[in-house]
């Protein structure tokens, strides 16, 4: 999809880098609004107030595009699930011990070789390769993304989707997500005169409020 570079990136939520910014991490207790349930994350504040958001921006569509590619998954789909999975916060943590941004529990980075799960990077990877295994195992999409969230054998066992609550959600959450991405992308390409798909450029700035923005030329 050449289109794909520059669409990627309109709303993306990017992470901080540990290592380039001082900064206080405080734990935040929220509810989830797919399963009701409480999920820790970490809030990431910097302790130079003057620091502008843009300071700690990391580029999350490339590595998602990067992984993609590599194991022959739509990026679109990868994005819909990291905003339902973590809403791009890359210290997430849930009450099951699923980390970073694709919510890794330990045995199944371990199992797709991610070494640390809050390294932006490796948890990208490791969960794309997760996912590709999960549509090579199953027929359907949606059952893969069921099973990305329920496990493998609840999704064999069900035949189908799992009836839980949570699971179900998060499959409508992902697929709708995905869906307009993919529309977006359709409208855009439609708009172009000739119809033909081409990348094209993207700029980012701050605006007067310190807010970040990524949008095409």
């Known amino acids: 999809m050449a289109m794909s570079g520059w669409l990627l990136a309109a709303g993306v939520l990017c992470g901080a880098d540990a290592e380039e910014l001082n900064r206080q991490l405080t734990s935040v207790v929220r509810k989830d609004p797919r399963s009701g349930r409480l999920v820790r994350s970490v809030r990431i504040t910097p302790a130079d107030s003057s620091l502008r958001p ?20 739509d990026p679109l789909l990868v994005h819909a699930m990291i905003e339902v999975e973590s809403g791009y916060n890359p210290f997430a943590v849930s009450p099951k011990g699923a980390e970073g941004l694709m919510q890794l529990i330990p045995s199944t980075a371990r199992r797709f070789g991610v070494k640390n799960s809050y390294n932006l990077t490796e948890n ?3 969960g794309v390769r997760y996912l590709r ?15 990305y969230n329920a496990g493998e054998e609840a999704v064999r066992r069900y035949q189908g989707i799992p009836p839980y609550r949570e699971t179900r959600n998060y499959v409508d959450l992902v697929s709708r997500k ?7 992308v359709a ?7 000739g119809g ?11 605006d007067e409020r310190g807010r970040f923005h990524i949008r095409n030329r």
């Not at 843009?54 to 998954?73: F, K, Q």
């Not at 995905?178 to 529309?183: F, I, K, L, S, T």
């Not at 409208?187 to 005169?193: C, E, G, V």
């Not at 798909?197 to 701050?206: D, K, Y």
Request: hydrophobic share 55%.
């Open 54 to 73: 843009a300071a700690a921006v990391l580029d999350v569509g490339r590595a998602v595009e990067d992984a993609a590619r590599v194991h022959s998954v």
């Open 124 to 126: 990208i990877s490791g």
């Open 133 to 147: 295994h999960l549509l090579d195992l199953f027929p359907d999409q949606r059952l893969a993304i069921a099973a």
């Open 178 to 184: 995905y869906a307009a991405a993919r529309g977006s």
């Open 187 to 193: 409208m855009a390409a439609a708009a172009i005169p």
């Open 196 to 206: 033909e798909e081409v990348q094209r450029p993207i700029e980012s700035f701050v």
